[in-house]
């Protein structure tokens, strides 16, 4: 099958993992993939951010930047619409990113079907933490093309919930969440060895991968390893960068633990693994009620004992007491109970390490095994489209959005159907 993959991301970060992972799972399964995407998006080294995009967004008016966001629709309609012509393919896969609506314009105009991937709520996530300014439009954007896809991949049970708020029926939403290629883990160290590679032979090793900011709760295990009740031998190693590192780096030397905080800074993917596998403990302290981490499939392709907060997106891939120790995220103390409980108890980590470790096959969480069920849906959706033929010019299909303000006024969910959340 010929299956036209379109996105508009340019960090080389998980984003670009997903992207990557998806796309090579779908080959390997004998479809041939187009990729219509930025040409910055294979450049650089995985996990560094490209810097030019956040330049280019400080430098506009947050009203004139969204429109240009907007705008920017047009020249990747063009681009698709090139490609449709080129490629003739029989599925449109697109990553959704908000105010993206090219997807949704070639779909109409060629009529093939639009598998719309959404790993987020990003209307709602940038007003929360981006300063998104012009939201009623934003709510409008990404109204209209969840509600025009043929089928909604929403990444967890939970951020279907804020798709169906939209409006979108049940039966058009489908969850596919992120994955782990286990080919990139076989070859990592042992444990022992993974230690000494990184000088922490004699230590339990307490491990976060990510990148870093203030409301990850890192800073509590630093808190909580200030306490002179915690093992000398306990020593924190973060993988990964961000704003909140200069902040956790103070907080360590203002509790003396200088020498018990390792910070790698961004690392190559190839690279993961073998820090990884240094882990006794892979802690995910706080993560948004809707994501899917792939951290998270890292830390059990590895076979680690892992700490997180009981809550539901987490559930939908954790168990309490099987391939996890969860903590209520509600209770102060909560977390710091669970470090506790877990560095105290050799054999409750080794019973979780043993079920993480098979938790992947068990539920099925390899890349290729989300590719093959995107491939399902690509074969059910090209069966039932007649593609090809043009319905609508490029600027016909811009118009149909008519006047965007006032569509807005109309598409915009209610504030009381969408999933309430918590993050601390």
Known sequence: MKILYHHRT?????????????????RSLGHEVHVVAPAVSRQGVMGAKVGWVHRLKGSFPPPLYEVMELAYSVVEY?????????F????????????????????????????????????????????????????WAEGAVWRGADQVLPVTRVLAGYVTAYGVPKDRVTVVSNGVNEAHFIGAASVQAAKAALQLSDKLVLGFTGFLRDWHGVDQVIQWMAQPSVPAAVHLLIVGDGPARPRLERLAAEHGLGDRVTFTGVVSREQIPDHVAAFDVALQ????????????FEYLALGKAIVAPRQANLEEVLTD??????????????????????????????ALAAGAAASIHEQRLTWL?????????????ARGHGAGR???????????????????????????????????
């Open 10 to 26: 340019a960090s080389r970060d998980g984003q670009a993992v997903h992207i990557e992972e998806m796309i090579n799972g779908l």
């Open 78 to 86: 063009r681009r698709l619409a090139r490609a449709v012509r080129e």
């Open 88 to 139: 003739q393919p029989q599925v449109i896969y697109e990553r959704y990113n908000l105010f993206l609506m090219a997807g949704l314009m070639a779909k109409r105009r060629f009529r093939l079907p639009l598998l719309l991937e959404v790993n987020s709520p990003l209307a709602h996530e940038r007003d929360r933490f981006g300063g998104l300014s012009m939201k009623r439009l934003a709510r």
């Open 285 to 296: 302290p706080a993560v948004v009620p809707y994501a899917s981490p792939l951290k998270l």
């Open 321 to 350: 007491g099987r391939n996890a120790l969860f903590f209520d995220p509600a209770d102060p103390n909560g977390f710091s109970n669970a470090l506790t409980r877990i560095v105290a108890d050799r054999r409750l980590r080794d």
């Open 369 to 381: 095994d989300q590719a093959k069920r995107v491939s399902a849906l690509c074969a059910r959706f």
């Open 390 to 424: 043009d319905e609508e010019t490029a600027g016909e299909a811009v118009a149909r959005g008519g006047c965007v303000m006032q569509a807005a006024k109309r598409d915009v969910p209610r504030t009381k159907d969408i999933p309430s959340e918590r993050v601390r």
